[in-house]
Every structure is written in C-alpha cells, then in structure tokens.
T-cell receptor, first 110, second 115 residues
Framework: QKEVEQDPGPLSVPEGAIVSLNCTYS??????FMWYRQYSRKGPELLMY????GNKEDGRFTAQVDKSSKYISLFIRDSQPSDSATYLC??????????FGAGTRLAVHP | SQTIHQWPATLVQPVGSPLSLECTVE??????LYWYRQAAGRGLQLLFY??????ISSEVPQNLSASRPQDRQFILSSKKLLLSDSGFYLC????FGEGDRETQYFGPGTRLLVL
C-alpha cells in the first residue's frame, strides 16, 4: 500500500461545477498536508497548506482534513476552464521529505 | 523572494550519451534541495536530496547521480543515458508554510527525451 493514495482520474466537469479531489494516507506521523496544482509541462505550484482537522478556505478553494479517517480533500467551487490541471496531494514524510499522491487530472470544459 | 531555475527546459538525447541538468536557487541560503522525476501520467518520484554542499542522499538505485558543488546549485548527471531515463525532471527547495511547517517549492522542470 502506498503511503498516499490518490485517484488519477481523469475527472471531467462542466464549468461552474463543484469539484472534489481526494486522497487517503496511511501513516499518522507528520500530519500536515499540501495541495499542488500542476499545469501541463510546468512544475507543480503550491496551492494550499493545512495541518489542522477541518476546513481551510482560500477563495474558491477549500482544503479539508479528516484525521480520524486519514482522508484529505480539495474542493473547488465555481470551477473554471483555467482550473484544468493535475492536482497533487502531499503529506510530510519526515526526514526532510514529502510524500506525493499520483495526482488527479482535472478537465473543466466550457 | 526566492526563485528556482532549471535548465535546459527541454532536452533530446541519444541512448548512451551523458547528461547534466542544472538547478539553482536564489533568495535563500543553505536550502535543502531535491531532484524528482515524473513519468508521463504518474506521480513524483524522489531521486536525490541534499541538505548541504557535498551532501547527497540517494533514494533509488539507478543510472543517475547528483552533486551539489555550491550552496544554491544542484546538478543531476548521468554517464550513459537509458531509454527509461526519459521523463520530466523537477528540482525543488524546502521552504516553510504556515506554522513554520516544511513544504517544497518547485522549479519549472526539464523535459528529457532519450531516443
């Protein structure tokens, strides 16, 4: 079992839809999490960072952590075509490392 | 502010040729630096990381090597490329997010195609 599991998709939604992206993790140590957005042929950019259970909002994006279920989610409200990208979840892995999910490819069509 | 550079952006190399990819960071000193490879449609595989000059940790046995000759320079090399070395190579540096918890910031990447 991988330490961070993420459904690779692809996920295709119409513009304006609410998008839910999810990851599960197995190791309870170092429970802080990141979401990265990666456009095609670009490096990943840090989108959100969270370490508390519950929700964290930033504009149209909400990161949610459920430590009891070891489940993290990213919600995108009012999705736009410019949100089309691959979204990577990551978890601190200790020893100066991050553990990444495989990434979910999202396509938002007009 | 900190910035990270990688070059070249794209590289096409024949099998058996050598490789040298360079990563430099500006605006920070003594950063932890990382090399990742991302195969098409797949996640990030950590190849090497460095906590200081001359200090390299290898994560997976392979055809590649890394060096850190200067504080803010990280180099990925190979003496003889294999077809399986094709991929998207990303350099990252360790920074800190909220609550001073660590995170990583990525460069623009180098796309390598070995033919």
């Amino acid at each position: 079992q991988k330490e961070v599991e993420q459904d690779p998709g692809p996920l295709s939604v119409p513009e304006g839809a609410i998008v839910s992206l999810n990851c599960t993790y197995s190791n309870s140590a170092f429970q802080y999490f990141m979401w990265y957005r990666q456009y095609s042929r670009k490096g990943p950019e840090l989108l959100m960072y969270t370490y508390s259970s519950g929700n964290k909002e930033d504009g149209r994006f909400t990161a949610q952590v459920d430590k009891s279920s070891k489940y993290i989610s990213l919600f995108i409200r009012d999705s736009q075509p410019s949100d089309s990208a691959t979204y990577l979840c990551a978890k601190a892995g200790g020893y100066n490392k991050l553990i990444f999910g495989a990434g979910t490819r999202l396509a938002v069509h007009p | 502010s900190q910035t990270i550079h990688q070059w070249p952006a794209t590289l096409v190399q024949p099998v058996g040729s050598p490789l040298s990819l360079e990563c430099t960071v500006e605006g920070t000193s003594n950063p932890n630096l990382y090399w990742y490879r991302q195969a098409a449609g797949r996640g990030l595989q950590l190849l090497f990381y460095s906590v200081g000059i001359g200090q390299i940790s290898s994560e997976v046995p392979q055809n590649l090597s890394a060096s850190r000759p200067q504080d803010r320079q990280f180099i990925l090399s190979s003496k003889k490329l294999l077809l399986s070395d094709s991929g998207f190579y990303l350099c990252a540096w360790k920074g800190f997010g909220e609550g001073d918890r660590e995170t990583q910031y990525f460069g623009p990447g180098t796309r390598l195609l070995v033919l």
